[in-house]
């Protein structure tokens, strides 16, 4: 069984910080890419960041030059660092994650999403 937990969600006001981190548990082989999308309400999910096992990062334009991404592969975490957090960053933030388990069959896993709402 495979999980995705996420942490650090909350809420901050516009023009502050927060970091989300995502760890991986399980009957885990590899992973290849990791990411964060974002749900706002009465929207649809959208990529915000991801990051493959090399180390190659990809950002949605909402998210260059205010956010990071990250992650470790040997403790299986991703990490997302938000700056300068605007009211339209409010949603809820999923992490996901390519893997392949011991079966060596490749399945994309979601977290169960963690609230981040920025207030004005």
């Known amino acids: 069984q495979v999980q995705l937990v996420e942490s650090g969600g909350g809420l901050v006001q516009a023009g502050g910080s927060l970091t989300l981190t995502c760890a991986a548990s399980?009957?885990?082989?590899?992973?290849?890419?990791m990411g964060w999308y974002r749900q706002a309400p009465g929207k649809q999910r959208e990529l915000v960041a991801d990051?493959?096992?090399?180390?190659?990062?990809n950002y949605a334009d909402s998210a260059k030059g205010r956010f990071t991404i990250s992650r470790d592969n040997a403790k299986k975490t991703v990490s997302l660092r938000m700056n300068s957090l605007k009211p339209e960053d409010t949603a809820v933030y999923y992490c996901?994650?390519?893997?392949?388990?011991?079966?060596?069959?490749?399945?994309?896993?979601w977290g169960q999403g963690t609230q981040v709402t920025v207030s004005s």
């Open positions: 996901k994650a390519r893997l392949a388990g011991r079966n060596l069959l490749w399945n994309d896993y």
């Open positions: 399980g009957s885990i082989l590899i992973i290849n890419d």
């Open positions: 990051i493959a096992h090399n180390g190659t990062t």
